[in-house]
């Protein structure tokens, strides 16, 4: 009987000095997603645009109109809190377009298996990336909410998709998406006549400046 009693306090000794296994959940509250999001922001996990293997998610048909080279709000809900950061990217022809994963440094987690340290941060990002390591945070609040603007390219774009992503930090690695859960939005840009087209975009011609006649003498 004291043998059982040993190690049953044993067992749980361990479980409580295991670190605590959540997945991070986000709802993209602005713009509008692309699919439908539950009340966690599921399905998310499966890159580039959020969904899963076994769950693609169910497109909303919204597409968000924006005006080229004006600030565009980005607000987000973390539902389940995990500590990270999120990186904004945007796709103007193909989704292919959008980067890969942040690179990430892992150690052994308690089953063997890689458990998440850090994701890189570019500080100066670089098309089609628009914003990184924004909302880095680590410290537990209970609905947080994240909210921001982003400038977007003076570009003409029909179907554009504007990618949202969360790095989660000291998180087991998941089959789908590995330490980073998707959101993206369906855009369409028009861009600005009175400022010059961002030409450094897919699909986009250089705007031509007008010189000035000079006047005869």
């Not at 308690?110 to 990002?125: A, E, H, L, R």
């Not at 924004?134 to 537990?140: G, I, L, N, Q, S």
């Not at 939005?185 to 030409?199: E, G, Q, S, V, Y």
Request: glycine share 8%; charged share 25%; proline share 11%.
């Amino acid at each position: 009987m004291k043998h059982r009693i040993a190690a049953a306090l044993i067992a749980g000794a361990v479980a409580l000095s295991a670190p605590a296994v959540t997945s991070a959940h986000f709802i993209l509250q602005k713009p509008a997603s692309w699919i439908e999001e539950d009340r966690l922001g599921d399905p998310q996990k499966l890159g580039p645009c959020g969904g899963t293997s076994a769950n693609p998610g169910m497109p909303t048909g919204v597409v968000t109109e924006v005006p080229g080279g004006e600030l565009l709000r980005i607000k987000v809900k973390e539902t389940i809190y995990h500590p990270g950061h999120f990186r904004v990217a945007l796709a103007v022809l193909d989704r292919s377009e959008l980067p890969a994963d942040p690179e990430d440094v892992t150690k052994d987690g308690p089953n063997g298996k890689p458990w998440s340290v850090s994701g890189k941060v570019d500080p100066n990002p670089k098309p089609p990336v628009l914003m990184d390591g924004v909302f880095d945070h680590h410290k537990r609040l209970p609905g947080q909410e994240f909210d921001t603007y982003v400038k977007i390219p003076n570009i003409n774009c029909d179907h554009c998709s504007l990618q949202i992503i969360q790095f989660m930090e000291e998180h087991p690695i998941n089959p789908d998406g590995r330490f980073t859960y998707h959101h993206c939005a369906d855009l369409k840009i028009t861009a600005n006549p009175r400022l010059p087209i961002d030409a450094g975009w897919p699909g986009q011609a250089k705007s031509k400046v007008r010189k000035k006649a000079k006047a005869k003498t």
